[in-house]
T-cell receptor, first 114, second 113 residues
Framework: DTAVSQTPKYLVTQMGNDKSIKCEQN?????MYWYKQDSKKFLKIMFS???????INETVPNRFSPKSPDKAHLNLHINSLELGDSAVYFC?????????????FGPGTRLTVL | DAKTTQPPSMDCAEGRAANLPCNHS???????VYWYRQIHSQGPQYIIH???NNETNEMASLIITEDRKSSTLILPHATLRDTAVYYC??????????????FGTGTRLTVIP
């Protein structure tokens, strides 16, 4: 069984469009995250959610909005897509917000903005 | 969080031990050392973490120097499937409101047949 899953795996779209990436975890974890990995392979935290509460919001444009309908899902909505948004987006989850728990990552969604 | 320094790349013969170093000279007393790896086109995978004692699990061993300014991840018998980028991350545990991981550039380990 897949622990952390993301859909779609690939997403190709035009500039200016609005798109969503879905993430689901079946681990019963309390906290979920979104990371962005750019073309230089740098992996950076974007958001995290704990029990439907946004607890981290790094310097990310407000065109990006995470939405969590329940503890098992954290979707990423992106409005007015720009060329620079092209990257691989990874979802992750961990058992708790604080502490030394490991994070479990999904397989990634490769977003290409044309 | 303390910064880490890792060599950009390393090679290791299949079946031999792979020793990946990490310097974290500015680490503070409440910061843990984590290791993750990312196999090509996959999400990062947790390997191991430690505070000051050496740690071992089914994947690897983590050796932390007594002054905690550096550590070594050891893969005892490297296989071709261990070819990946390995990230050493230092962060505070139990810090309210944050459990984010800051990934650096990592070490690209290539296991050679």
């Amino acid at each position: 069984d897949t622990a952390v899953s993301q859909t779609p795996k690939y997403l190709v779209t035009q500039m200016g469009n609005d798109k969503s990436i879905k993430c689901e975890q079946n681990l019963g974890h309390d906290t979920m995250y979104w990371y962005k990995q750019d073309s230089k392979k740098f992996l950076k935290i974007m958001f995290s959610y704990n029990n439907k509460e946004l607890i981290i919001n790094e310097t990310v444009p407000n065109r990006f909005s995470p939405k969590s309908p329940d503890k098992a899902h954290l979707n990423l909505h992106i409005n007015s897509l720009e060329l620079g948004d092209s990257a691989v987006y990874f979802c992750a989850s961990s058992p708790s917000r604080t502490g030394y728990n490991e994070q479990f990552f999904g397989p990634g969604t490769r977003l290409t903005v044309l | 969080d303390a910064k880490t320094t890792q060599p950009p790349s390393m090679d290791c013969a299949e079946g031999r031990a792979a020793n990946l170093p990490c310097n974290h000279s500015t680490i503070s007393g409440n910061e843990y050392v984590y290791w993750y790896r990312q196999i090509h086109s996959q999400g990062p995978q947790y390997i191991i973490h430690g505070l000051k004692n050496n740690e071992t699990n089914e994947m690897a061993s983590l050796i932390i120097t007594e002054d905690r300014k550096s550590s070594t991840l050891i893969l005892p018998h490297a296989t071709l499937r261990d070819t990946a980028v390995y990230y050493c991350i230092v962060r505070v545990a139990f810090r309210s409101g944050a459990n984010n991981l800051f990934f650096g550039t990592g070490t690209r380990l290539t296991v050679i047949p």
